[in-house]
């Protein structure tokens, strides 16, 4: 059984919940122990208490402690994804690489540790200097949801520990696995007891219980824009800093000029692998209409041809669907876009496997329009609507159409249009001939409109939410 860590002990008995493979329902990947609310409140006196010492903690500390966790991540990135493909379902290369991912982001924040600096500032009067400097925020309560289970606690865990901050991590419930396995690395690190802790279970209990107390100074949060909302809302009436990260609609633009074969690369990757359960899949493919009939058949033929299976078998190239809700939202949201007058060219069905899993078809619901609840809403799965424009001014209208903002993407040969493009599309993320989702992992992620809130994530930029400023003026 795995239990929470809080305090710098594993704690609880009760309250099990199992953890399903979605590729095989027969499989239980573990048993996973759910935090009530006064284990919660537990962790929360854990950090608070272990704060003003780790804020002291010399960057050596912080360092050795994030480059032990990002070492053995590397090291173990074969058996770890194992354990992520089987729990969430992405296909086993993808879950190897996100654990990969997660262990460069730990060693790239522990040398970030040893980069802490302010400013000097000659002061307007005679006789005084500044200072800024970047201190830590207090305890930070980090929030995660199931698409990305150890890279997401990753890039929230390691910039947070490494700026001083001490941690409450409440995992998504559905996929608690790589979430528990990152923590019990973490608690061998050599970090003060509190420092760091992990309350696993349902978002309305553990996640809330977090959210209301006032020891917990900031809350990083990413998942849907419902849920994302009502945590703003709670912590803006107890004054606390919040960065959120939310849905997307990303648009892949294809102009007449695309080189053809990078361009269905970019849509058939952008939107279906991963199961298209990234916040940044490319859910609305824009082509021009001078190829657009050419494209769109041969995207169809394509993604008919995409092999979906157990996560875990090395010919997959689409693992299941999440979970039975998520398969069902796909399915719901095949028949919105068919009722509403898009054209289903391939997939949008359950699939029989070899083992009982949530296994669903990839989807291209072509002759979209923009307007459409398909076009406009987060789907969050491997269905993608094709949409055609008139020329590259309509292409960029439709792709900022959007009430999100979070990655973009266009695919053509004009210098002239990708630099027009990288400059007018209102995403906090673009890609020129390369997918919407996939970036790397040591510079800002983030999105504008209704995609994201508060500072960027990862890179350099991630100290703009993990710490505060302080201006001090010394007269000698
Ligand atoms: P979700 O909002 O259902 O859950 C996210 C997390 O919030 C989970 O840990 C959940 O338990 C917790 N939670 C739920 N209710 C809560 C409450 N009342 N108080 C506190 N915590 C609560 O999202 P999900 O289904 O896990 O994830 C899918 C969503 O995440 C999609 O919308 C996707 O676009 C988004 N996402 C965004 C990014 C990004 O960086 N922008 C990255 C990945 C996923």
């Known amino acids: 059984m795995h239990k929470n860590w809080i305090a710098g002990e594993w704690i609880g008995a009760s309250n099990v919940q199992q953890n399903i493979n979605p590729s095989d329902l027969n499989d239980v990947v573990g048993e996973y122990v759910r935090a009530s609310a006064d284990e919660v409140e537990a962790a929360v006196s854990a950090a608070y208490q272990a704060w003003p010492n780790w804020s002291l903690s010399t960057p050596q500390q912080r360092f050795d402690a994030l480059d032990f966790v990002g070492t053995e991540l590397l090291a173990r990135k ?36 040893l980069r802490i600096t302010g400013d000097a500032v000659a002061s307007v009067r005679p006789g005084i ?29 390691a910039p947070a520990l490494a700026y001083g901050n001490c941690v409450v991590f409440k995992p998504a419930d559905l996929v608690p696995g790589s979430a528990w396995a990152l923590a019990e690395i973490i608690s ?27 020891r917990v100074t900031a809350i990083t949060f990413t998942g849907s824009v419902g849920t994302g909302h009502g945590i703003l809302q709670q912590a803006a009436q107890k004054q606390k800093k919040v ?46 209409k001078g190829i657009y009939d050419q494209f769109t058949d041969t995207l169809a033929k394509r993604t008919a041809a995409l092999r979906v299976g157990h996560a875990l078998d090395a010919n997959t190239q689409i693992g299941p669907v999440a979970d039975a809700s998520q398969l069902q939202q796909d399915l719901d949201y095949v028949k919105i876009g068919q009722d509403e007058g898009a054209q289903l060219l391939c997939g949008g069905q359950t699939l029989e496997g070899k083992t009982p ?12 329009t923009n307007d459409m609840r398909v076009s406009r809403e987060e789907i969050f799965g491997p269905v993608a609507t094709v949409i055609k424009a008139d020329d590259y001014d309509h292409a960029l209208a439709l792709a900022n159409d959007t009430e999100f903002g979070l990655s973009s993407g266009i695919c053509t040969q004009s210098l ?9 599309i209102q995403a906090g993320m673009t890609m020129v001939n390369v ?32 710490t505060i400023v302080k201006t001090a003026y010394t007269k000698a």
């Open 243 to 288: 960065q959120l990260e939310l849905g997307g609609k990303n648009p892949l633009v294809i102009l007449d000029d695309a080189d053809l074969e990078t361009a269905l690369d970019c849509a058939i990757q952008g939107a279906f692998y991963s199961t298209g359960q990234r916040c940044t899949a490319s859910s609305r493919i824009i082509v021009e």
């Open 416 to 424: 002239k249009r990708a630099t027009h493009f990288k400059r007018a």
């Open 435 to 466: 997918p919407t989702a996939g970036v790397d992992y040591h510079v800002p992620f983030g999105g504008r409109k209704g995609s994201s809130y508060g500072p960027r994530e990862q890179g350099r930029y991630a100290q703009e939410f993990f």
């Open 129 to 157: 200097q500044v200072e800024v400097t970047r201190e830590p925020l207090g305890v930070v309560g980090i929030i995660t949801p199931w698409n990305f289970p150890i890279a997401i606690p990753a890039w929230k865990i």
């Open 188 to 214: 061998r690190s050599g970090l003060p007891g509190g420092v760091f802790n992990l309350v696993m279970g349902r978002g309305s209990v553990v996640g809330a219980a977090f959210i209301d107390d006032p």
């Open 357 to 368: 899993g949530y296994y669903f078809s990839p989807a291209v619901l072509a002759h979209a």
């Open 78 to 113: 074969a058996e770890l994804g194992e354990l992520l493909a089987r729990e969430e379902g992405k296909t086993l290369p993808e879950a190897v690489a996100e654990v990969a991912r997660a262990g460069q982001i730990f060693k790239f924040f522990a040398g970030e540790a």
